[in-house]
Each structure stands twice: as C-alpha cells, then as structure tokens.
C-alpha cells in the first residue's frame, strides 16, 4: 500500500521544518510538494504574486505522483477545500492517508513567528492573511479533512516543545492532551488513552526536527518566539528580550 503523508496547520507553526527532517529521515519519504518552494522559483523576492500559479503546479505534480504510485507528502495549510477531492481520489486508489497537523494556540503568534522568519531571510505571508487562514485551517482539518484520512494526529507547538495531545489510530480516537480551544471544534467525542502511549517514528521525526531547530537558532544568536500563558515570549539564548499578552483565538 502507497503512503501519503499530509503535514498541514497555520501559517508559522513549524510544518516545512517538520517536514524537511521527518519524511526523508523518519519515514522515508523522499516527494515532497511545497508551494511555497515553487513559488520561490517562479518568483524569489515576491511570492504572494505567483501564489495561484505555484498551486496549480502543486496540484499537477501532486496528481503526476498519484499516478505513479509513489509514496509522496505535501504541506499545506488546509484553509481550502481544494484537497478534499484529491484526497479522495487517492484513498480510492488504495493510499493509505496519515495528516499531521501542527498547531499553536494564536493567529497572533503565528504573525509573530513570520515576522521574526523574515528577519531571517524568509517569505512574507500578510496579517491578514494569516489571521483569515488561521481560522479556517482548523475549522476545515476538523470538518472537511479528519474523515477522510486514515490517521491522523495533532501536536502542539506553541511553546517549540513539540508534544502530540491528540490521534486517530486503527480507528480509534485518543485525547491525550488536548486542547479546550481545539476540542471545542470537534464535532465527535475523542476519548481518553486507555493505556499509555508510546511514541512512534512519527513523534519522534517531529520532536527532533523542532529541537534541532531550536538548537541552531541558539548557537547562532537567533530569536526563538513562543506562546506561554497567553503570552508572546521571545528569548534569545536562555534570555527574555521580549515578552507581551496576546489574544487567544481561534
């Protein structure tokens, strides 16, 4: 049976780091689809402007790997429908569907994150857009996305200290540590883990691709921002340079 993995959550949660460590070193997996890549390609200093036209290309290559039979992943935010019927299509041809969503607590921190990766030398994404994306990422993984998929799990990287609160496995939903402000979204009930979980290579393919991560940016001077407490918090090595109240939203 063929793989597909989804690495899917808001702008700024950590979904191209995750991916570029766990799916070829974890999973090997080694097709990855990212639009944001190409539309770094058709347009490097302005990648906005070509957004439509990277997606169109995604969806083709997306459907040329279905066609081969290949094991392959994509990254996206799920703030469309437009993967729903792709990944029907490729259930039908006998994939088997993991989505891993990664998720933080806040738009606004999401905006921050983006920010400081700017700083870095990465790409823009508007507020406004991230808010408007932010919000229907969520509401679309719960509603339109999780029926489909084979398995699925959450994780929570709001305080860069990746931990999984929630799964789907061999049909059964698990609440780990779930989230009051994610659990209000679900339609059905998740229940608690009748014995303790043991982590797999997924959850450790995440956990060291955020820690490393983590690391470069503190041996190279880098700001590493966080939410703790409905806060911003943004550190540089083990100290605080910044730290300020945002709004929890969904």
Known sequence: MQNLYVIAGPNGAGKTTVALRLLPDFLQCNEFVNADFIAKGLSAFNTESVAVAAGRLMLERLNELKEQKKDFAFETTLSSKSFVPFLKECKEDGYFITLIYIWIESAELAIERIQNRVREGGHFIPDDVVRRRYERSVQNFVNLYLPIVDKWKIYDNT????????????????????????????????????????????????????????????????????????????????????????????
């Open 159 to 250: 305080f860069n200290k990746m931990h999984i609160v929630a799964l789907k496995e061999n049909s059964e939903l698990i609440n780990i540590l779930l989230s009051k402000q994610m659990k209000k979204n679900m339609t059905y009930k998740v229940e608690e883990p009748k014995q303790e979980y043991i982590a797999d290579k997924i959850d450790i393919g995440v956990k060291t691709a955020i820690a490393e991560e983590l690391e470069r940016k503190r041996k190279l001077g880098l700001p590493i921002v966080f939410g703790k407490d409905g806060k911003i918090i943004v550190m540089i090595g083990d100290r605080v340079v910044e730290e300020r109240v945002y709004e929890k939203k969904l």
